[in-house]
């Protein structure tokens, strides 16, 4: 667990914030609130200044086996969050519709496996231990290049703009290497740290390395809205503790006599005929909240992938902690989730470079990036306090630099947890479980009094909601008994038309069975033009996990098929390019009709 020290200003507006919750069936007025002074951003009156005030919060912070909380931290809440409204894309050269990566915001895209742009497949998967990324020709379903990405090592997630693909690589666990930095790009004097790593490649012709970034510290998240990709990563100093020999008292000596150049991110840039440039962030682009006194650090970083190589990434660093990233077009929200609070700090990316906005604070936790949404200038959160096994939808609006209570109801699920969250427009979904599922709607159309409308309770839970049309919602989750003990994996059509009455038209059961998509959402695919929905499912058989097919017709779900990898290997993701329905696996990738799903195509891996 990450240990984060948090102000009296924060515990002071957690104190309002919980004073103004309202019930689920009585909402008010909301009271003013005092900005979040304790989390708006300052800068350091000098370098000397910055290292001195680190230097101090690092001898508090540090224990016996170093710095609490440096464990690596995967993409997307561990889990690789995110998902949207409908499957962007239909506007290519060869005229094929095709479904994206399933995205929280239309139009903000977000790292994943797999991308297609409609006339090619790129990929990345692991070959003899080598993560190598594919080009698949749609059209032909046939590969026409591959690229080796030596020296990278852990989870690889794409990007695509243009003929450009951007590949993030986060380790799995920390990597320990050897001293060195510019004159050997594996030699990073990170030992008890993650490595970040960036890799520009050009899809014009073959595929070729064209740029590389690597920096301290771990991925949180990235998002790309246009040919801008914005990557947050997090870090500590790079300090070398004696692990063999825990001791905090030996520990603390180290942090003070530590210099001055571990203190703040260090990168490195490959430039395109192999030359190496190194830097670090400079002071000026430091600042911190004003009363947090750690030593996390978050950095945004932001590419133009049409570029011809990667430049330093002109990266703004923030002295804070953060785990949830959520993007829209024009902000960028970090978040900072505790068991009973949450700090959020909002960056305008109109103007390019990420610039601070504003910060707040909700109580309680958030389940994921899907529990934070912007709708005409309010920011909306559903948390869980687990303390008191309630949970809350809390609006938001910007004061000044602080994110301001304008709105709160409460009591959703007294005794019960958020298992899942979908804000649509002015409309939220909220569904919390212990022994049943009561799926919540909530009016959200004035800020000051968001109230719930609606209610409905069934037998398990939904993990992950998508809008499927005007007035209906699919829901992925587990079917349970009376008693709450689960018993399967569920897929549900909702009916919100009337948000006085949610009510469930259709379910489709699988015993024994789950979803990466009730975690993952990039996991999930519906195509609304026939309405197919996949979902990868295992358990049932105790086979590796397939691509289960249902079909959504007026208000019916109906099982069209499972589709298995040829070579057994377990399906991730899905996808559609025109009349082909596409899943891909560690083994490889398969390709079947949509209308029939007959085999078309299988390229291994």
């Not at 379903?141 to 990007?159: I, K, N, P």
């Not at 905090?248 to 190496?276: C, H, K, M, Q, Y």
Request: charged letters at 20%.
């Amino acid at each position: 667990m990450t240990v984060s020290r948090r102000s009296p200003a924060v515990l002071a507006l957690l104190l309002a914030l919980t004073a103004c919750t309202s019930s689920s069936d009585d909402t008010h007025d909301a009271p003013p609130v005092s900005p979040a002074e304790g989390l708006r951003l300052v800068s350091y009156d000098s370098c000397p200044g910055l290292y001195d005030t680190l230097r101090a919060a690092a001898a508090a912070d540090v224990g016996p086996y170093g710095f609490a909380g440096d464990d690596v931290v995967m993409p997307a809440d561990a889990a690789r969050d995110g998902p949207a409204p409908v499957p962007n894309g239909s506007d290519l050269a060869a005229g094929n519709a095709f479904s994206g990566t399933n995205t929280h915001e239309r139009g903000v895209d977000e790292p994943d496996l797999i991308k297609t742009d409609g006339r090619r497949i790129v990929t990345v998967a692991v070959r003899n231990g080598v993560p190598v990324l594919r080009v698949v020709d749609a059209a032909s379903r046939a590969q026409t290049g591959e690229l080796r990405l030596t020296d990278a090592y852990g989870v690889s997630d794409l990007l695509l703009s243009g003929d450009r693909a951007l590949v993030l690589t986060a380790p799995d666990a920390p990597v320990s290497v050897p001293n060195g930095f510019a004159e050997d790009t594996r030699g990073w004097p990170v030992p008890q740290q993650s490595r970040l790593d960036l890799r520009l490649i050009d899809l014009t012709a073959a595929p070729r390395q064209i740029g590389r970034y690597a920096m301290d510290g771990s991925l949180v998240d990235a998002r790309q809205t246009g040919g801008t990709a914005r990557v947050v990563v997090r870090s500590s100093p790079r300090i070398e503790f004696p692990l063999d020999r825990p001791d905090v008292d030996v520990n603390r000596r180290i942090v003070a006599e530590a210099g001055d150049d571990v203190w703040l991110p260090r990168f490195e840039v490959t430039a395109p005929d192999g030359s190496v440039t190194t830097g670090t962030v400079p002071c000026a682009r430091v600042s911190r909240p004003a009363s947090y006194d750690g030593v996390r650090m978050l950095t945004m970083l932001s590419f133009d992938l049409a570029a011809t190589a990667l430049a330093d990434g002109t990266p703004v660093t923030v002295v804070a902690d953060g785990d949830t990233v959520y993007g829209t077009a024009t902000s960028l929200y970090v978040a900072d989730g505790g068991v009973d609070r949450t700090e959020i700090y909002r960056f305008d990316t109109g103007g390019g470079t990420p610039r601070y906005a504003a910060s707040g604070v909700v109580p309680g936790r958030l389940l994921n990036q899907y529990a934070l949404s912007e709708w005409n200038g309010s920011l909306r959160a559903a948390t869980t306090v687990d303390a008191h096994n309630s949970s809350s939808v809390t609006v938001l609006t910007q004061r000044g630099t602080a994110l301001a209570l304008a709105g709160t109801v409460g009591d959703l699920g007294r005794g019960e947890t958020i298992h899942s969250v979908r804000f649509l427009e002015d409309r939220g979904y909220v569904v919390t479980f212990r022994r049943t599922d009561p799926l919540y709607a909530i009016d959200l159309r004035d800020p000051a009094r968001p109230v719930v409308t609606g209610e409905l309770k069934i037998p398990g839970y939904s993990a992950y909601l998508h809008p499927a049309a005007p007035g209906r919602l699919i829901g992925v989750g587990q079917d349970a008994t009376a008693e709450g003990r689960i018993t399967g994996l569920q897929v549900s059509l909702f009916d919100v038309t009337d948000p006085g009455a949610p009510a469930r038209l259709a379910q489709h059961h699988l015993p024994a069975a789950g979803s990466a998509a009730e975690f993952d959402p990039h996991a999930f695919l519906f195509w609304p033009a026939t309405g197919h929905l996949v979902v990868p499912v295992a358990g049932h058989t105790g086979a590796a996990a397939a691509a289960l097919v249902l079909r959504l017709t007026g208000d019916t779900l109906a099982e069209a098929g499972t589709l298995a990898q040829p070579d057994g290997s377990p399906v991730t993701r899905s996808l559609v390019v025109g009349d082909t329905l596409w899943t891909a696996g560690p083994g490889g990738l398969h390709a079947v009709s949509l209308a029939t799903l007959e085999d078309l195509a299988w390229l291994p891996t």
